[in-house]
């Protein structure tokens, strides 16, 4: 390994861009083009031929002949009869092998110096053929990390597939040994691994410091069995406890200091989820869901309040939201109180994560690592739709039709300002459910945000964004555009649209999202005209 090597920023790797001729949107080549440029002793190996593309970028550095031989190992060599099989079967740096390191043993004996002296092992998981020999790829990793290898993997396409993402990148290997490079990478995924216990020694040009901030949050979580409720509907019996664990996957393998609440009948199967090399970092807190209080009463009181108050006064009712369900969005705030008073891990920030996070799309569980980086102070949430204040103080039109402004799904703050606004949101909870209504706790972030707005940090996006567009918008810049950015000016909220259009502007300007010509007029238009205004 280099004693100085350039280090891994996105900066760097767009001059591999016009160098290499990568297509448009295919930009994770960069990384092994890079890679191929600084890993310059010991071979490298690539682990699944494929169709050769990812082959031909990792062998794209041959300006030195110190730079090291890549073996590619391939039961079936797939490369298509073409300039690109000529050009790698031509290229002296590329040595063909058809051998299955992954199923037979006997050739992975045979090559086991080969494999062991490499500094670099390359897996493509985006491969239909790798991907289906999974348990194979995990038995080789294990097999690795006993030999003590000491080298580093890159391994794409650990994020969008389930299969891939729970039986590979979240319980294959220990958190300590890997390291996300989707960044940099593949949207789909791509991650490091090293077993090396100098790894910032080795490879300084890998941003390890990625996780420094991890111990300063406690993420809070939480499931109950609302079917075992009376008022369980149809549609919520149709999500049991086996649809909820399946897709808790991601939220229960975070190595984060995570706190879990559920009642008694869930926590064994909660526990068989959670890594127990995680064990310092997780605190269950075992609650029956009506024991949980507001003031005097329970739950249990609060249900037959809310009922009734919804056959009082009516509203656009969605089935699923129960009223043991709207109750449980409700004790997100408890149980976030109760958590930073105990404060079981010495924390200053705290985080609000759905259970089943993973359902509302892979690039949130991407995008988590980065947001948390950030470290918010205020009450930060994803602003989905703006509900004027004028119809917030309309109070029975307001819960007429359950329009909901902000999402409650995830969000962060320090210990005071997340204690204080969750405060504030309970008491926003008691006085609408006396005034006989009640329908979702998202509904009572609004009234809470208008009379303390210096209380809130938000971003923009939708459900499926909520964690992805923290730090800018990343995915479906339109939604902003058109939920926020429009309604904000239309009503007059001229302050919050600016901010919502430079969050826009700033996140095309760095590459982030795409806008077309004629969104980004209407950004543009938008932006000045609220400025104005606002002026």
């Keep these: 390994m280099q004693n100085v090597s350039p280090p891994l920023t996105a900066e760097y790797l767009q001059r591999y861009e016009k160098i290499y001729n990568i297509p448009e949107g295919q930009s994770h080549y960069r990384l092994l083009c890079y890679l191929s440029e600084v890993i310059v002793t010991g071979n490298i190996l690539n682990i699944g031929t494929g169709d050769g593309i990812n082959l031909s970028y990792l062998a794209s550095d041959s300006s030195s002949i110190k730079h090291p031989k890549i073996h590619t190992f391939d039961t079936s060599c797939r490369i298509p009869d073409n300039e690109l099989r000529q050009n790698i079967h031509n290229n002296p740096k590329v040595v063909l092998h058809y051998a299955d390191l992954l199923m037979d043993r006997e ?71 890997k390291l996300d490079l989707t960044e940099f990478g593949h949207v789909k995924g791509t991650g490091a691994i090293t077993f090396s216990d100098r790894s910032e020694v080795d490879y300084p040009f890998l941003p390890f410091s990625q996780k420094n901030h991890r111990d300063s949050w406690t993420l809070v979580t939480a499931y109950f069995n609302l079917t075992k409720c009376s008022d369980a509907s149809a549609e919520i019996k149709a999500r049991d406890a086996v649809y909820y664990l399946h897709h808790a996957v991601f939220t229960l393998s975070l190595p984060y200091n995570l706190v879990i609440y559920c009642d008694q009948e869930s926590i064994s ?42 056959q009082e006064k009516p509203y656009n009712f969605d089935p699923r939201n129960t009223a043991s369900y709207y109750l449980f969005c409700v004790s997100r705030y408890i149980m976030l109180q109760n958590t930073i008073v105990q404060n079981f891990f010495v924390s200053t920030h705290f985080c609000w994560i759905n259970f089943c996070m993973e359902r509302m799309g892979y690039l949130n569980c991407v995008h988590l690592d980065e947001a948390l980086q950030v470290k918010r102070d205020k009450f930060s949430t994803c602003y989905i739709d703006f509900v004027p204040e004028s119809l917030v103080k309309d109070t029975a039109e ?18 005071q300002y997340m204690f204080q606004t969750c405060g504030a949101i309970l008491a926003k909870f008691v006085e609408y459910v006396d005034t006989g209504y009640g329908h979702a706790d998202e509904q009572l972030y609004s009234p809470v945000f208008f009379e303390h707005p210096d209380w809130f940090e938000q971003y923009f996006g939708d459900y499926q964004e909520m964690i992805t567009n923290y730090r800018y918008i990343y995915d479906a810049p339109e939604k902003p555009l058109r939920n926020f950015i429009r309604n904000s000016f239309s009503s007059g909220f001229y302050a919050k649209c600016t901010e919502a259009c430079v969050n826009l502007w700033e996140s095309f300007r760095l590459g982030k999202c795409s806008l077309d010509e004629g969104q980004l007029r209407e950004l543009c238009y938008y932006k000045m005209m609220s400025e104005l205004r606002a002026n």
């Excluded at 003590?148 to 396409?157: H, Q, S």
């Design 398 to 415: 307001y819960f007429r039709w359950g329009r909901c402004g902000m999402c409650s799904g995830f969000f962060t703050g320090n210990a």
């Design 107 to 177: 050739k992975r004996h045979y090559y086991c110096d080969l494999i062991l002296t490499s500094s670099l092992i390359f897996f493509d998981l985006l491969d239909p053929l790798l991907k289906e020999r999974l348990s194979e790829i995990v038995e080789l990793i294990r097999f690795l990390q006993e030999k003590k290898y000491a080298g580093l993997i890159i391994v794409n396409g650990i994020w969008e597939n389930k299969e891939v993402r729970d039986g590979f990148w979240l319980s294959a290997v220990e958190d300590s040994y």
């Design 269 to 310: 199967e909660i526990q068989k989820y959670r890594p127990t090399y995680l064990a310092s970092k997780t605190q269950y807190i075992i609650t029956e869901f009506d024991d949980f209080r507001i003031g005097e009463r329970t739950f249990r009181e609060y249900r037959e309040k809310i009922n009734q108050n919804r």
